[in-house]
C-alpha cells in the first residue's frame, strides 16, 4: 500500500485557504485517517502547520488509548492548534468505558492544548449528552464536533451550551444551515474539501441573517451531499476534489462496476453544477 502523497496535501491546504475557510481539519474521517501510520500522521501535521495559512486541527483518534495519546503528543509538538478524539472505533463501548477513555487521555496529554471531542456513532460507538456534560464540567475539553446528523441530539447539546458555554462544531452537511442558525459555532465539513467556498459562503450568510440565501445554498449542498452519499465513503467526496484539479488518490477499495458508472454519471453532473454554485457562492 502505498503511503500519503505529502504534495497533494499540501496543495489541498493551500486550495482550501483559498476558498476561505478559517481551518483545516487534518485526518479527520474523510481524510482516512486510520490507513496511515504513526510516522506518516507526524509528517502530515508536521507539514500542513509549516504550510496552513489557518490554524490546524489535528485528528488523533486511534483504537487504543495508547495509540491516540502517541498521535497527540507528536501532532502537539508539530504546532497543531487543537485535538480532535473519536472514542475508539471498530468495537462498541458503554458510555462509562467512553468517559474513562477520554478521561485518561486528558491526564496523558496535559493543558497544553484545546481537545475537541468528537462524535461519529455512523463509525464508532455515540458520545451520549450526558457524557459530553461530564466531560465538559471536568474543563479540560474545550468542545464537541458532532457528526452525528441526528437533529434531536444536536438540539440537546444546543440546550447544554446555553447551560455552560463550550465549542459546538456541526460536522454534518445534512443539518449545517439549521445548526449554524441555532447556535453552532461553526463547521467541520468533509464536503468541504471539495467545494469550500459553498460551506463558507452558507455560514456567512446564515451570520447575516439572510434567509434566502441561506436557503438557496443549502439547497445547493444537499445537492452534492445526496450525491456523494451514494457511493462508499468519502469516494464521492474525493472525485469531486480531483475535478477542483486537486489530487486525491483511488478509492482505497475496489468499486464494483455499477458503481463506477454512477461515478461517471457524478462527475458529469458536478462539471454542469460547479459554476451555479461557484455563481450563487459568491453572491454571499
Known amino acids: 500500500m502505498e503511503g500519503p502523497d505529502f504534495s497533494a496535501m499540501l496543495e489541498l491546504v493551500d486550495f482550501l485557504a483559498a476558498g476561505g475557510v478559517g481551518g483545516v481539519c487534518l485526518l479527520g474521517t474523510t481524510g482516512e485517517f486510520l490507513d496511515y501510520s504513526f510516522t506518516e500522521r507526524q509528517r502530515l501535521v508536521y507539514l500542513a502547520v509549516k504550510r496552513s495559512r489557518v490554524p490546524v486541527i489535528a485528528g488523533v483518534s486511534h483504537s487504543t488509548l495508547a495509540g491516540a495519546i502517541q498521535i497527540a503528543g507528536e501532532a502537539t509538538a508539530a504546532g497543531a492548534e ?14 462509562r468505558e467512553i468517559e474513562e477513555f477520554y478521561l485518561q487521555f486528558a491526564r496523558e496529554t496535559g493543558d497544553t492544548i484545546p481537545l475537541l471531542l468528537y462524535n461519529i456513532p455512523q463509525f464508532t460507538s455515540k458520545i451520549e449528552v450526558e457524557t459530553v456534560r461530564k466531560l465538559i464540567d471536568t474543563g ?36 449545517s444551515a439549521r445548526a449554524l442558525a441555532a447556535g453552532a459555532d461553526g463547521l467541520i465539513s468533509g464536503c468541504a474539501c471539495a467545494v469550500p467556498e459553498l460551506l463558507v459562503a452558507l455560514a456567512c450568510a446564515v451570520t447575516a441573517g439572510d434567509s434566502s440565501l441561506v436557503n438557496q445554498l443549502d439547497a445547493r449542498l444537499q445537492e452534492f451531499v445526496a450525491w456523494t452519499r ?23 477499495t475496489p468499486l464494483a462496476p455499477e458503481t463506477q458508472q454512477e461515478l461517471a454519471e457524478f462527475a458529469a453532473w458536478f462539471k454542469a453544477w460547479l459554476p451555479e454554485m461557484r455563481k450563487a457562492a459568491a453572491g454571499a
Open 82 to 95: 487543537c485535538l480532535l478524539l473519536a472514542p475508539p472505533y471498530y468495537f462498541r463501548y458503554g458510555q
Open 140 to 175: 479540560r475539553f474545550a468542545g464537541i464536533k458532532d457528526s452525528s446528523g441526528d437533529w434531536p441530539h444536536f438540539e440537546q447539546l444546543i440546550a447544554l451550551k446555553k447551560e455552560r458555554p463550550f465549542n459546538l462544531l456541526c460536522g454534518d452537511e445534512t443539518i
Open 230 to 252: 451514494r457511493f462508499p465513503f468519502p469516494v464521492g467526496i474525493k472525485r469531486a476534489v480531483e475535478l477542483r484539479g486537486q489530487k486525491a488518490g483511488p478509492p482505497l
